[in-house]
């Protein structure tokens, strides 16, 4: 027993020692999809020291990756040039085209995490889009800048940077699509851009960031409560567009101008960025109502941007067969409305999905 035992004892100090003089390999970095899409972050100016009046969406995403030698610190990043525009010019077709690209990248075993360079102009719309349409638990992480690249003290790098930090990290996974610029996290439904042009634009004015970047690492404050990504019962695979959603807004003596044009166009909802809590003119009351008449859903939201539209407040929802956006902007109602339309037309049911996301 005892020559056993020594026999034991001897195998495993030599597998001890043996483990303890091969070097520990390090782990291998995340591989982080960056997918660009143009924007300011792509942008160029004619001098240094143009910051307003300059070309967005000249740069490709091989470039915005060379100028950021330290993302290879952080994780191993492949570049894909979705697109190449000023976001002004991004439509819900690109939407479908880029959550298609990210569901089929988010589902292979190599990608930890994609991040999406994007102008900042509709940066929040195309967040909450993917929020509600990408099948993965991964990070997503939607970036930009309010300087372009060639700008003294450009945020694009620093921005980029974290970016891809934050989608390397595992303190991301599970939390929906994300915004970071400026050192901050913010939740893609929460965001919106706040400042025409100043540097900490992005801001969730009523329910605050969800983390901050320090140095280069994240540290998260809060989640975010409503459903998102693997959460979510919206598919856009077999997709072929997007339901067309208009936004009228009210203005003291806006009328029905705007709510009359939509219905001629055809679209199939409409969200009213109502004054105050979603408050109705009598035309424009009058408008939706005969619009609702018609079978396009009708969402009443509100121009302010806090707080939320309180169902049979300002109007008899009940009656009038409306839906309310909750604290949605007009803007990511009328994305929300849009994907509800892909399911139904029941407006208990839309309604249900406002709560819902
Ligand atoms: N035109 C703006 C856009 O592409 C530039 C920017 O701020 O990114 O959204």
Not at 143 to 165: C, F, H, Q
Not at 214 to 233: K, L
Not at 267 to 286: C, P, Q, T
Not at 306 to 312: E, K, Y
């Amino acid at each position: 027993m005892t020559r056993r035992l020594n026999a034991l004892v001897v195998a495993f100090l030599a597998l001890a020692f043996a483990a303890a003089a091969e070097p520990l390999q390090p782990a291998p970095l995340p591989h982080v999809m960056i997918l660009a899409t143009g924007g300011t972050i792509a942008g160029t100016g004619a001098t240094a020291t143009t910051t307003v009046g300059y070309t967005a969406a000249t740069i490709g995403v091989e470039a915005l990756i060379a100028a950021v030698p330290e993302l290879a610190k952080v994780a191993r990043v492949s570049g894909e040039q979705v697109f190449q525009i000023a976001s002004e010019n991004m439509t819900p077709d690109n939407w479908l085209r880029l959550g298609r690209r990210v569901n089929e990248l988010l589902a292979r075993d190599d990608v930890a995490g994609v991040v999406i360079t994007h102008g900042t102009d509709t940066l929040e719309e195309t967040a909450y889009f993917l929020d509600l349409v990408v099948k993965s638990a991964k990070p997503i992480v939607l970036v930009g800048a309010m300087r372009p690249a060639t700008a003294i003290s450009a945020d694009g790098p620093m921005n980029l940077y974290n970016a891809v930090a934050l989608a390397a990290s595992r303190e991301a996974v599970g939390r929906g699509v994300l915004v970071c610029m400026n050192d901050r996290i913010d939740a893609a439904r929460d965001v919106t851009k706040t400042n025409t042009v100043a540097l900490d634009t992005f801001r969730s004015p009523e329910l605050g960031v969800l983390g901050m970047m320090e140095g280069g690492r994240p540290a998260f404050y809060r989640t975010a409560d409503r459903a998102h990504t693997t959460a979510t019962e919206f598919d856009i695979k077999d997709l072929r567009e997007l339901p067309k959603v208009g936004i009228a807004l009210a203005y003291a003596g806006s009328g029905r101008i705007a709510i009359d044009a939509m219905v001629a166009a055809g679209v199939k909802g409409i969200v009213n960025a109502g004054v105050g809590d979603g408050s109705l003119s009598v035309e424009a009351r009058a408008a939706l109502v005969e619009a609702r008449a018609k079978g396009i859903v009708v969402v009443r939201a509100s121009r302010i941007p806090g707080g939320a539209v309180a169902r049979n407040g300002e109007a008899d929802d009940d009656a009038l067969d409306f839906v309310v956006a909750d604290n949605l902007s007009p803007q990511k109602a009328r994305i929300l409305l849009a994907l509800a339309l892909t399911r139904t037309t029941d407006t208990r049911e839309i309604q249900r999905m406002f709560r819902r996301y």
